[in-house]
């Protein structure tokens, strides 16, 4: 059973199916029915850091890279940090494709942009970040975004939109292939104490929230159907094509597939 429906207790992890009780170095530590423990019985201990009111875990023996930054020491940051119960059917890196897909932006998303950002892509080994501003069609509300993507499955966005800062970040779960589980970390910067500071920091976080979940609702039906065929991409899909190239010679790794059996 996926250890995710399990309890803590204390410093163990205990399996809902069995009860077994894991210790700290991955290793069946107790059987809730004294059955003798074997040596076979342990799970990977993958490297974790809390961190934006989440754990984060990442997928190798050692991390390569750290998490983004959201543009201010997190002692400076208010977050709201949630699981928004968004299971979608699509790999993580099919939704992170969206991020360079600026046909998409512009239609599903109605962001009018300023510029070609995709010249100015700043590209480096485990992702990529850019500039987007421009609008909203709808509204006409206006965004400075830096946005990226880390890694293969952590969208990332610090700016305004009206002149309103917030930063959010968006990993994506895979707790199956070919499907994600989403989770949202919003932040700005905290109240310096005074009621209407209080106020503001509330009035950003529940807007932030709002508009991102608006967002990812434009995505739901089509993550759950698309598929890509490279041989479509067009003359606007430049950066979308490199982003493609990028995830092909990204770091594999299962480290726990020798425990899954
Ligand atoms: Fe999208």
Redesign the pocket.
């Known amino acids: 059973a996926d250890l995710s429906i399990g309890k803590v207790a204390g410093d163990r992890l205990v399996c809902a199916f069995h009860h077994w009780e894991f210790d700290m170095a991955g290793k069946c530590a107790r059987t809730a029915t004294n059955d003798p423990v074997t040596s076979a019985m342990r799970v990977f201990r993958y490297p974790v850091q809390e961190r934006y009111g989440l754990i984060w875990a990442f997928n190798g023996e050692e991390p390569l890279y750290d998490l983004p930054d959201l543009g201010f020491p997190d002692e400076e940051l208010a977050f709201h940090s949630e699981i928004p119960h968004l299971d979608l059917l699509a790999d993580p890196w099919v939704f992170m494709c969206?991020t360079t897909d600026f046909n998409?932006i512009n239609i599903?998303?109605g962001i009018e942009v300023d510029g070609d950002p995709s010249q100015d892509i700043d590209w480096h080994d485990h992702g990529y970040s850019y500039d987007l501003r421009g609008r909203f069609k709808e509204t006409g509300a206006t965004i400075e975004y830096k946005v990226g993507i880390h890694g293969n499955n952590i969208f990332y966005q610090m700016g305004s939109v009206n002149g309103r800062w917030f930063a959010f970040l968006y990993p994506c779960g895979i707790h199956r292939p070919g499907t994600l589980r989403s989770y949202f970390v919003i932040a700005t910067q905290k109240s310096d104490g005074t009621p209407e500071d209080d106020k503001r920091v509330q009035e950003t976080l529940d807007f932030a929230q709002a508009l991102e979940i608006s967002?990812v609702d434009?995505?739901v039906e089509i993550l759950n159907t698309i598929r890509f065929t490279r041989g479509m991409f067009t003359r606007g899909d430049k950066a979308l094509g490199r982003f493609v190239d990028y995830l092909k010679t990204f770091p594999r790794a299962h480290p726990g597939a020798d425990y899954i059996r």
């Open positions: 969206n998409h599903v998303h967002v434009q995505d």
